[in-house]
């Protein structure tokens, strides 16, 4: 099973500032199997990022995704009052197929 | 546009039994896979199981093989989730989520389901 690992629990940002979040994963994932997803209270999560790196249909170009094997990275160049929500990352494995890491909460400063 | 629509949830007793279903709109629902995934309260993502969009295939997390079983009706654009020998710790909201690719692409809104005596 992979375990993913999201770090930090809590990042704490004002509105115009960089985002940084990290994923990593217990064992060397494909890229194309890794997605990151935002959700905000009370909604269903919605894909952002797939592939690693490809935004989603619709998803601001402040919104980029990196990485390969085992770390990744999801950053948002600018924050917007928007963005601030919990976000996840997702892989698609053997058993379970799917995982998703604990969640990084961006709260406003 | 697309939405996917849950229903079924509310509250079980222990050791009972609940059907979840989803309702597929605006776009071709027999062409996708289907999730389902969970959330416990204050809690992050859980996934449950996959169907294929034909429905011959199904994947199951281990924390619910044998008790959980999905379905799909394409001839409706339903989903469904049946659910048996619930726990307290099966109390979520459950979402239906559209597969595209590897990744589930589109989330509907989730319904909750309460288990407790």
């Known amino acids: 099973e992979i375990v993913l690992t999201q770090s930090p629990g809590t990042l704490s940002l004002s509105p115009g500032e960089r985002a940084t979040l990290s994923c990593r994963a217990s064992q060397s994932v494909i890229s194309s199997y890794l997605a990151w997803y935002q959700q905000k209270p009370g909604q269903a999560p919605r894909l952002l990022i797939y592939?690693?790196?490809s935004r989603a249909t619709g998803i601001p170009d402040r919104f980029s995704g990196s990485g390969s094997g085992t770390d990744f990275t999801l950053t948002i160049s600018r924050l917007e009052p928007a963005d601030f929500a919990v976000y996840y990352c997702q892989v698609y494995g053997n058993s379970p197929l799917i995982t998703f890491g604990g969640g990084t909460k961006v709260e406003m400063k | 546009q697309v939405q996917l629509v849950e229903s079924g949830g509310g509250l079980a007793q222990p050791g009972r039994s609940l059907r979840l279903t989803c309702s597929g709109s605006?776009?071709?629902?027999?062409?996708?896979?289907f999730h389902w995934v969970r959330q416990a309260p204050g809690k992050g993502l859980e996934w449950m199981t996959v169907i294929s969009s034909d429905g011959s295939n199904r994947n199951y997390a281990d924390t619910v093989k044998g008790r959980f079983t999905v379905a799909r009706d394409n001839s409706k654009n339903t989903l469904h989730l049946h659910m048996n020998s619930l726990r307290t710790e099966d109390t979520a909201v459950y979402y239906c989520?559209?597969?595209?690719?590897?990744?589930?692409?589109?989330w509907g809104q989730g319904t909750l389901v309460t288990v407790s005596s």
């Open positions: 989520a559209r597969g595209w690719g590897l990744v589930p692409d589109f």
């Open positions: 592939g690693a790196s």
């Open positions: 605006g776009f071709n629902f027999s062409n996708h896979a």
